[in-house]
């Protein structure tokens, strides 16, 4: 309470959401500690700021180690047992908590809070006992925080005598639990990802378009509750799949965006009605179209069907080796007047922070 | 903010002091002080120190503290300052017996710090010193901004490692004799024509010293009285912060701040250089009074989890407590069985070596006290740091017994692994890790280069080659003080290369006969 070292803290705080001293965010660096919960490893993230030194450079020389191992079994233990079958301990299985990171995203890039719209917002109410204080029925009092009152008072008065502990409540020692009501925003939300398999899209590409997709994934999920999601993956033709698939599948093949916003359309149609669900679009391509008329086809889709009933729809492209990439501007050509139309590109992983925070910056 | 010490804790350091007095420790008066964790984390950020100037990395350093702690992954059971007297803090949820151990680990320390050489010119009123920096710093923000005076801090920590912890042991000539002495004897000298003219009779006089010659001589002595005025520094410098703080053009307060960081990295510099023999020292005394003395039988089990804890080590890390104390014990047992020495070195009989002086080791309860290898590892104590008593101890056996190996990354699948376990590999990695701190030798070169007052800094090389982005980082912080451009020769891959930073751009060049040489040179 009150340390003076706290202003530091608060100061480092800043300077990482990058709020003062712009010119150290360069050196922002991001490492974990691990822990263990339970038998999962876990990852907590923690941040720093690596002002420059001189150094040395690689760690190739290597260093000097302990314990059992003989030449060439590898340090951290790993398989260096009979065979090797077992898996590998040091394997992160989770992050610390989805929670704590879509926080930390949501400082970092400063993304508003966004605001359930429409009058079909529900709010559910509930209490959480998460307060104390000084009265209230003894049901609820906290046995703990009490004990821990009388004895500090009767340690503090000298009436404590730890050869014959015996703590005695008064009236004052008293700590009772309370509760608050806690509203929260209960909205019905879906984002329709949308992404582009075709052959030109790599290894790469869909790595790219799998992180930012989870952390805009994440992002949403805090922010609403009862979020759904549906994806679509498209070459000449567009299907519906669930996550898991989407994640890994490798198509080949030309494309056809049109199709994917066509599908699009039906399930909006079909399942959410604009008047009752905030709907995100999100679509990952490369943005090599197959034809003009295609791509015209496209804007004619988003500006008489899609883009009237969504929230957002943001489309991302991502860099490629082959093709034109020509599809980002032909949305910036027939689609800039719209507002619910954003775009990025994203060509290496860095990128994915600044894309997102294109999408979000101004709280659709 | 700190809590009163309990009456039983205050008790039981008083007992602890009076054992750690009878087996030779000496040391300053000792404060405990107990702190709860957030405290304490704040004590640890701050690096050991109730009070320092204001600065974002203490910040960062402790909200790492706190989530080590509060994911209970780390613990920090013990903080204490190379200060008269001594300052050290517990921590108020741990066990009575964690207690126990941790002020008899802080005698250990606080007699390292009294006695081991490399401490001997600390500042021992450290404690004020800091609150002072505070102070000042502060009052330097008020007038300045949190912002400049912020810059300016993390501008001058980019070199903060750029010091030369040798140069407090150092005398340097100025003292001795003043320069207007030195200088008459050099004119005196130089009149005189003296230049090594041997005594010789009048009619040899001309073939002895041949007045050619003489004259030669004065010539050279002359030009290089001249170079030495125009070198600038005289020789390479490798305290760069203080080159700087002599000659870069920085204002009153910057420069103030700039030599405050600089005496604080002087006052940190040998923790660092004496890591391993602090921890070990510390451990070997804790371990020794808690089981001799102080350790109660209800408490074992709680102890042993402690120690065993404090020296546990994983792969691919040495731990520093665990080596210090089986090196300083392994130091006391073969000066016990008298295993050192021409005779013992000589004997390449292995079972003999095994049996060596078995006879002669002390035996009973307390087993050291007054014995030929606690004398030994006092006297380490006092006279050694971390590398040469590696140098001088580390032997064969100790390694075999301790399992090192030496490990690398294998090219093929970026993985660490064992490489061997051959002694001579394992020394010179432990040694090379340990040297400067692990630090790259930069000196300063010449502080008028090429006659147009640019700074040219270069890196002694001593195997491997210094990390060429942040180099080139560094380079920038340096010209924000230098405020002209700055060069860093390097040698990349075995290729000596100029990194400049000219304010605007920066560039590198192979260096080769077309690029002047600065002042001096290695």
């Known amino acids: 309470m009150g340390l003076q070292i706290d202003k530091d803290h608060q100061r480092f705080r800043k300077i990482v959401k990058g709020k003062i001293r712009k010119d150290l965010r360069k050196f922002l660096t991001r490492s974990e500690l691990l822990g263990r919960e339970g038998k999962k490893y876990i990852s907590i993230p923690v941040q720093g700021i690596d002002t420059p030194h001189f150094r040395y450079g690689d760690n190739s020389d290597g260093g000097v180690g302990k314990g059992d191992g003989q030449p060439g079994d590898k340090v951290d233990g790993g398989d260096a047992g009979q065979g090797g079958t077992q898996e590998g301990q040091h394997i992160l299985e989770v992050d610390v908590s989805l929670e704590e990171l879509a926080e930390i995203l949501g400082e970092e890039l400063q993304l508003p809070r966004i ?87 790599g290894d790469e590409q869909k790595e790219l378009v799998r992180l930012e997709a989870f952390w805009i994934d994440a992002w949403l999920r805090k922010n609403y509750q009862g979020i759904e999601s549906r994806y679509i993956v498209h070459d000449v033709r567009a299907g519906e799949v669930d996550r898991e698939t989407f994640f890994r599948i490798r198509e080949d093949g030309g494309t056809r965006i049109s199709s994917a916003y066509r599908l699009a359309k039906d399930i909006i149609e079909n399942n959410y009605a604009p008047s009752e669900w905030n709907i995100y679009l999100f679509h990952f391509s490369d943005g090599d179209n197959s034809s003009e008329s295609d791509s015209r086809d496209c804007c004619s889709l988003l500006t008489e069907h899609l883009l009237p009933s969504v929230n957002m729809f943001g489309y991302c492209q991502v860099a490629s080796a082959y093709g034109s990439g020509n599809f980002i501007n032909v949305v910036h050509e027939h689609l800039n007047d719209e507002e619910a139309v954003i775009t990025s590109r994203v060509n290496t992983k860095d990128d994915i922070y600044d894309s997102i925070k294109t999408f979000f910056a101004a709280g659709r | 903010m700190n809590q009163p010490l309990p009456k039983a804790i205050a008790e039981q350091a008083e007992i602890i002091a009076e054992h750690a007095r009878r087996e030779g420790l000496d040391f300053y008066p000792t404060i405990f002080e107990m702190l709860s964790s957030e405290q304490m984390s704040q004590v640890a950020a701050y690096g050991g120190f109730p009070k320092r100037y204001p600065h974002w990395r203490f910040g960062m350093e402790y909200e790492k503290l706190r ?133 010789a009779k009048p009619y040899m006089d001309r073939y002895i010293n041949p007045p050619e010659k003489l004259r030669e001589d004065r010539e050279a002595l002359q030009k290089e009285a001249t170079d030495a005025h125009v070198r600038y520094p005289e020789r390479p410098q490798r305290d760069v912060m203080l080159f700087l703080l002599h000659n870069a053009p920085l204002e009153d307060w910057e420069a103030d701040i700039l030599s405050i960081i600089r005496q604080e990295a002087y006052y940190y510099a040998p923790q660092g250089q004496t890591k391993i023999m602090n921890e070990g020292w510390a451990s070997y005394w804790h371990s020794t009074i808690m089981t001799n003395y102080v350790l109660e039988a209800s408490e074992l089990i709680d102890y042993c989890e402690h120690h065993s804890g404090t020296l546990a080590t994983s792969p691919g890390r040495l731990n520093p407590y665990k080596l210090g104390i089986e090196l300083l014990r392994d130091i006391e047992h073969r000066w016990n069985t008298g295993r050192h020495g021409p005779e013992y070195d000589a004997c390449d009989d292995m079972a003999t070596r095994r049996e060596w002086g078995k006879d002669k080791a002390p035996k009973g309860r307390i087993v050291g006290r007054g014995s030929p290898g606690r004398e030994k590892i006092y006297q380490v104590r006092a006279l050694y740091n971390d590398v040469t008593f590696l140098d001088e101890f580390l032997t064969p056996e100790f390694v075999e017994e301790q399992k090192l190996y030496h490990y690398r990354q294998d090219p093929a699948t970026g993985k660490m692994v064992v490489v061997n376990r051959d002694f001579d590999q394992i020394k010179r990695q432990m040694l090379f890790m340990l040297t400067n701190h692990a630090q790259p030798y930069i000196y300063v070169m010449d502080g008028n280069y090429k006659n147009r007052g640019e700074l040219y800094l270069a890196h002694s090389h001593t195997g491997m080659d210094i990390e060429i982005k942040f180099g080139v980082e560094t380079l920038k912080q340096i010209f924000k003080v230098w405020k002209r451009p700055v060069h860093l020769h390097a040698r990349i891959d075995d290729d000596p290369i100029l990194f400049t930073f000219d304010g605007e751009q920066s560039t590198q060049q192979h260096i080769d006969e077309e690029v002047p040489k600065p002042a001096n040179e290695f």
């Open chain 2, 67 to 199: 989530k080590q702690h509060v994911y209970g992954l780390g613990r920090i059971y013990e903080m204490v300052i190379n200060n008269d007297p001594c300052y050290a803090y517990l921590l108020n949820d741990n066990m009575f017996v964690d207690h126990k151990t941790v002020i008899a680990h802080v005698y250990g320390h606080c007699d390292f710090f009294k006695n081991n050489t490399w401490f001997s010119r600390t500042n021992r009123r450290m404690i004020d010193e800091m609150a002072n920096h505070g102070t000042r710093v502060q009052r330097y923000v008020d007038r300045y901004g949190q912002e400049r005076v912020e810059e300016a801090v993390d501008t001058f920590l980019s070199f903060e490692n750029l010091i030369d912890p040798h140069s407090m042991f150092m005398r340097r000539e100025a003292q001795v004799q003043s320069s207007a002495q030195i200088e008459q004897a050099d004119k005196d000298r130089r009149e005189n024509g003296d230049v090594g003219r041997y005594p």
């Open chain 1, 115 to 201: 605001e359930p719209k429409g009058k079909h917002r529900i709010t559910s109410q509930r209490d959480k006992y998460s307060g104390i204080r000084q009265t209230g029925p003894e049901s609820l009092r906290h046995f703990k925080r009490t004990f821990r009152r009388a004895l500090r008072r009767q340690i503090m008065s000298g009436l404590y005598n730890p050869d014959a502990p015996r703590i005695i409540f008064e009236r004052r020692d008293k700590m009772f639990r309370s509760w608050k009501t806690v509203l929260s925003p209960q909205s019905n939300a879906v984002i329709i990802y949308m992404m582009d398999v075709s052959g030109s899209m």
